[in-house]
């Protein structure tokens, strides 16, 4: 096996069997030997003369060699004593206080298994509402969602994560606007991804500009009226805010869902990406695409043949999955094998385009898309339809769409692949690149990380160079490089440099032949406005997405305060850097940036010329005693980034224009640690979010947080 470092410390960190002493008791390779055992004895139940080596051998070797990877649970579970391995739930809650608190119990039962939670909380009656059974009032959607979420807090406190929850209302409810806002405060409901359920009917009153009636699900009476374009609004300033909610396309969801007599999808796992019936659970997985290459002629094309192998494979894989899960609950269990729902998704999209020299934004790119999803929904459908006949179809196929034979009510979901990315060293679903180049700290040296694909063309370019690498690694970016030729800066654009349109455009590739739903993150730079969140929301409904999650750069925080934090004591040597500013006409600003072994946590400022030195102390101070309060780095450098001082101008581009921007870049380049000041370019916008187990930078991909040198992931 060739595991990259990196996949080696996740696999060390979360998957491999551990002694009492938390030691590792197995390798990577018996790791999916173990695996891929489990999962092939389900064949003896179809066949008791089945030839389990030979089928534990080949679902060994697309894991071995990182073609293919089931999800998390599978892979951290099969063929130990949890044997929980599916990702994805979802729970119905109905309008009873007994309800309510069964589907906490269900949903803590699961997160303890190590699965994520979808909750439809449009059934509950508003607030303020009558409960007759004790003449009181209703607390509303918003205030159960809290339960849920404190008891997801208390369930995973000794877990390998924190358990994932998806809450949805329908755009209809009364409650609608306080659903809306109630991430509107950092760190409230932060085990919950939230979408608001959007109906054609809403979206035909936003056209027309129209009122849009509110409904008490109660008694489906109307409660009031209002512009659908003020709840739109809304939903586009707080997405623009920071990234939530997102939006379900619920009638698109429910006209192309394969068992419509079994009822209505309400709600979808964490992610969005996985539309489920009340109780049911889909397990998944993804094949590697960067793999499914092979050379022609001097050139790098798809290797379909390949491809159409691993597509079976896996299929069967998927399908044996079922048979030897064992479930939380017996409801969960009856409808799962009743409908045997996988899917199957993809990784190293980006990777592949870069091997075929198609850029990423490009009409190109779209129809590479369309056409390998079509393959992989055409030969996933065959591969089912060879099961059934030899396994049976799924019961419920009588109740479903299907006229021919199928094994499964679905075969394809695209779904985040955090974790899975990097055990497999590949890029993440069907997203772009995120970083070119980085230069990683270690503890005692510097160690330049480069993109594989980008170091190996640019060698094979003639214009690789240990300084340019390092050059990019400083800068984030290729872009406007002389010495990167225009056709590579075209090929190697990173997921802030693609316009929004294309994101969208790309997601909806990807549906038109997925069964399930896609799991994309739509990037937007801290410049984009609400107006083109908007135009985003609206581009996801023309073009056939069964759903949409934006997160525009920067907009969001994590973990903010850290309540109960007494400040920590500063030890007796620190490590850190002093940079020098000029500060328009205040003359030269030194900013020195010390950190602990935890994170930084000091910072002394001091200045020169015309300007007021005990207020620039004063400063420094107050941001130390903040830091080792346990108040995060982004929430100080969200209240001191972007003043500008009216006295401090200047033509010079090396100035800056107040003490606290020069604050700012110096805590930045401190945090980011990675990546070098430059007092000239300053630095390339990317998030602040960081890493609760490393304190690296973490990324918003696929609608989670990633931190891509520990592999962390709060959803998947």
């Known amino acids: 096996m060739e595991l990259s470092p990196n996949a080696v410390k996740v696999l060390k960190r979360r998957y491999l069997k551990r002694d009492d002493q938390g030691n590792p008791t197995e390798t990577p390779e018996e790791l999916f030997k173990r695996v891929a055992d489990n999962i092939a004895h389900a064949d003896l139940l179809y066949d008791e003369h089945a030839d389990i080596k030979g089928v534990s051998d080949e679902f060994y070797t697309i894991m071995a060699h990182l073609e293919f990877l089931p999800n998390s649970p599978t892979l951290m579970n099969a ?44 059934r509950l009656r508003p607030k303020g509402d009558i409960v007759h059974s004790t003449d009181g009032k209703a607390s509303g959607p918003v205030s159960f969602m809290s339960v849920i979420d404190a008891a997801t807090d208390v369930v995973t406190q000794g877990g390998k994560r924190r358990g994932a929850n998806m809450g949805v209302l329908r755009v209809d409810h009364p409650d609608i606007t306080e659903f809306i806002t109630c991430k509107e405060k950092e760190g409230q409901f932060h085990n919950f991804n939230i979408s608001v359920v959007v109906t054609n009917k809403f979206m035909e009153a936003l056209k027309d500009n129209e009122d ?20 739109f609004s809304k939903i586009t300033e707080q997405a623009w805010k920071n990234g939530e909610p997102g939006l379900i396309f619920i009638e698109r969801i429910n006209e192309t869902q394969p068992t419509p007599q079994l009822g209505d999808i309400e709600s979808t796992n964490p992610c969005g990406e996985q539309p489920l019936l009340p109780y049911e659970s889909c397990n998944l997985g993804s094949i590697n695409l960067a793999k499914m290459v092979r050379s022609e002629k001097g050139n790098l094309v798809i290797d379909w043949d390949r491809l159409k192998k691993t597509i079976e494979t896996a299929v069967h894989f998927l399908d044996n999955v079922i048979d030897v899960n064992k479930f939380p609950l017996k409801e969960i269990e009856k409808i799962t094998k009743g409908n045997r729902k996988i899917g199957l998704g993809v990784m190293g999209f980006a990777d592949l385009l870069i091997q075929l020299q198609i850029p990423y934004d490009s009409e190109e790119g779209l129809k590479t898309a369309e056409e390998l999803m079509q393959f992989i929904e055409k030969e996933s459908n065959k591969a089912s339809q060879a099961l059934a ?29 955090g974790s899975l990315s990097i055990i497999a060293h590949c890029s ?57 030729p225009g056709k590579i800066q075209r090929i190697f654009k990173t997921a802030l440099e693609i316009d929004y349109t294309w994101h969208v455009k790309m997601q909806a590739a990807f549906q038109k032949y997925t069964d399930n739903a896609v799991s994309k993150t739509i990037n937007l730079p801290t410049s984009a406005t609400q107006e083109d969140v908007k135009n985003a929301f609206l581009l996801a409904y023309n073009s056939g997405c069964k759903g949409i999650t934006v997160y525009r750069d920067k907009s969001r925080l994590e973990q903010v305060l850290h309540p109960g934090k007494k400040p920590r004591k500063r030890p007796s040597v620190m490590k850190g850097t002093t940079t020098k500013f000029r500060i328009g006409n205040c003359g030269n600003l030194y900013v020195t940036v010390n950190e602990d072994e935890k994170s930084v946590c000091e910072v002394f400022v001091n200045i020169g010329g015309e300007g007021c030195p005990p207020l620039s102390e004063a400063v420094g101070r107050l941001i130390s005693l903040a830091l080792r309060s346990g108040i995060d780095v982004n929430a100080v450098l969200k209240q001191i980034r972007g003043i500008r001082c009216i006295g401090c101008v200047s033509d010079e581009d090396t100035v800056v224009l107040s003490c606290p921007e020069a604050i700012t870049r110096a805590i930045e380049a401190q945090v980011k640690g990675s990546v070098k000041f430059n007092p000239k370019t300053g630095f390339r916008p990317r998030p602040l979010d960081i890493c609760p187990v490393c304190n690296a930078i973490m990324i918003h991909k696929e609608g989670c947080l990633v931190c891509e040198n520990c592999s962390y992931t709060q959803c998947e």
């Open 428 to 484: 993440s679903g069907i997203e772009p690149l995120y970083a070119l180049a980085y230069i990683r700290k270690a503890v005692e040296e510097e160690l330049l990380v480069i993109n594989p694909y980008l170091e190996k063309t640019a060698k094979k370019e003639g214009f690789y160079s240990e300084k340019l690498m390092r050059e990019i690694a400083e800068t984030g970016t290729v872009q406007n490089n002389e010495k990167v």
């Open 389 to 417: 006949e030899k396994r049976g179809s799924f019961p419920n196929i009588e109740k479903s769409v299907y006229d021919l034979p199928m094994r499964n009510a679905t075969t394809t979901t695209i779904a985040p692949t």
């Open 212 to 231: 849009f009636a509110l409904i008490n699900p109660r008694n489906s009476k109307v409660v009031k009226s209002v512009k659908a374009e003020e709840i």
């Open 79 to 122: 063929g130990r004593k949890l044997q929980q391995l599916s990702a994805c739930f979802v729970l119905p809650i109905e309008d009873s206080m007994e309800s309510i608190f069964q589907t906490v119990k269900d949903a803590a039962i699961i997160h303890k298994t190590g699965g994520g939670t979808g909750f439809s909380f449009s």
